[in-house]
């Protein structure tokens, strides 16, 4: 497996949440509690928004939140907010050759 | 403050080579695992390949699109991270990231990565 399967693109209106899935296979998301997710915006580096499936950096606002089952990882956002409009990653361990594995990516639009 | 600095992208014809450096400050690089991903335009984030510590016994890990044809060095007295990509395709058109495991209270969670560099782009064409 080459990569982790995300939905293109999720939308919601301004306060509402939205959930976006990661689904790997039982040799990486369902095997392992090693994932992590990002926010990239247009133009930008990605930055690191929870690590080990639900927890944040410094600094990271707790409207994000993660959650795994079986083979798949989600990530939530409440409250949704206009700066949210951005790309989305998952990313986890691999017991495969290649050790780390990404998410096709999600377009979130905020309506 | 910590910083990662990639350098050496440019144009190179299929079948060449070329090789990214990134210089790390603001952090203890010497017992930090690196990692290159890349991201083709417009296009996902993709794992490139991780070099150890040293003191972790400094092996390589690669990505199976890459393997054998890139590898990855580093120089712990310049802070440096390298990046050497040989037998260059089209497909591996793609800005290059040099990034670092995110770390807290001595302890490392990969896949998180933190911090990123600016990236370097790298193109591949005729």
């Known amino acids: 497996q080459s990569a982790l399967t995300q939905p293109a693109s999720v939308s919601g209106s301004p306060g509402q949440s939205i959930t976006i899935s990661c689904t790997g296979s039982?040799?990486?998301?369902?095997?392992?509690?090693?994932v992590s997710w990002y926010q990239q915006h247009p133009g930008k580096v990605p930055k690191l928004l929870l690590y080990?499936?639900?927890n944040r950096p410094s600094g990271v606002s707790n409207r994000f939140s993660g959650s795994k089952s079986g083979n798949t990882a989600a990530l939530t956002i409440s409250g949704l907010q206009a700066e949210d409009e951005a790309d989305y990653y998952c990313?986890?361990?691999?017991?495969?050759?290649?050790?780390?594995?990404f998410g096709t990516g999600t377009k979130v639009t905020v309506l | 403050e910590v910083r990662l600095v990639e350098s050496g992208g440019g144009l190179v014809k299929p079948g060449g080579s070329l090789r990214l450096s990134c210089a790390a400050s603001?952090?203890?690089?010497?017992?930090?695992?690196m990692s290159w991903v890349r991201q083709a335009p417009g296009k996902r984030l993709e794992w490139v390949g991780l070099?150890?510590?040293?003191?972790?016994?400094?092996?390589?890990n690669y990505a199976a699109p890459v393997e054998g044809r890139f590898s990855i060095s580093r120089d712990d007295s310049k802070n440096t991270v390298y990046l050497q990509m040989n037998s260059l395709k089209s497909e591996d058109t793609a800005f290059y990231y040099c990034?670092?495991?995110?770390?807290?209270?001595?302890?490392?969670?990969?896949?998180?990565?933190?911090?990123w560099g600016q990236g370097t782009l790298v193109t591949v064409s005729s």
């Open positions: 990034t670092t495991e995110y770390c807290n209270n001595d302890r490392c969670y990969p896949p998180g990565f933190d911090p």
């Open positions: 603001g952090f203890s690089f010497n017992n930090a695992w």
């Open positions: 070099i150890k510590s040293k003191t972790d016994g400094g092996s390589t």
């Open positions: 039982s040799s990486d998301i369902g095997g392992y509690d090693y």
């Open positions: 080990d499936v639900n």
């Open positions: 990313s986890s361990y691999s017991r495969s050759n290649t050790r780390y594995l």
